[in-house]
């Protein structure tokens, strides 16, 4: 694919062949506009965020709201009412329908448990949500609670 100069350099001199010694000196110019949102678009482009959101639908008693970034690794759960800051631990691609992502959140209240996970993965229909919540005994992680398997709507950004 070609690179398009034309849209670059500034216009203003007909195209002639008697256009005279300064014609490829106004002609080669560029717009400063022009070249700063060329640059800006190569320098801002790998910088871009990768930010999935997803809504659980219908009535849950698990998480309403779930949220990460794979560039940060970041992620967000709304569970109970509370906000919880997590981390994405794990992305692996999912058949042919996008990535499968694990969520780890530790809640301030372990009341029923010390650790939830989330696995988050697109269907044919849109997405799912199935969550676990684990309590630690004597340093050693067990399963203790289902947070439930939902459906999800979600978008990126």
Same mark, same amino acid.
């Given at each position: /694919?070609?690179?398009? =100069?034309?849209?670059?350099? +500034? ?12 014609? =490829? #000196?106004? #002609? /080669?110019? !560029? ?37 990460? &970034? #794979?560039?940060? %690794?970041?992620? +967000? ?7 919880? %800051?997590?981390? /994405?631990? =794990?992305?692996?691609? @999912? &058949?042919?329908?996008? &990535? ?8 301030? &209240?372990?009341? !029923?448990?010390?650790?939830?996970? !989330?696995?988050?993965?697109? #269907?044919?229909?849109? @997405?799912? *949500? /199935?969550? *676990? ?13 289902? %947070? ?10």
């Amino acid at each position: /694919m070609a690179f398009n =100069w034309v849209g670059l350099v +500034q216009r203003g001199t007909a195209l002639r062949s008697n256009a005279g010694p300064n014609y =490829w #000196t106004y #002609t /080669m110019r !560029f717009k400063p506009s022009r070249l700063a949102a060329l640059l800006l678009l190569g320098v801002a482009a790998p910088a871009f965020a990768e930010t999935t959101i997803c809504k659980i639908e219908g009535d849950s008693i698990g998480p309403e709201l779930i949220s990460w &970034d #794979t560039k940060t %690794q970041r992620a +967000q759960v709304k569970l109970l009412g509370e906000d919880l %800051q997590g981390k /994405m631990t =794990w992305k692996r691609k @999912h &058949d042919d329908l996008g &990535d499968k992502v694990n969520l780890s959140f530790t809640p301030a &209240d372990p009341l !029923f448990g010390d650790e939830y996970e !989330f696995v988050v993965f697109p #269907t044919e229909s849109g @997405h799912r *949500v /199935m969550g *676990v919540g684990y309590k630690y005994y004597n340093g050693v992680k067990y399963l203790n609670i289902s %947070q439930g398997n939902y459906v999800a709507v979600c978008s990126s950004l």
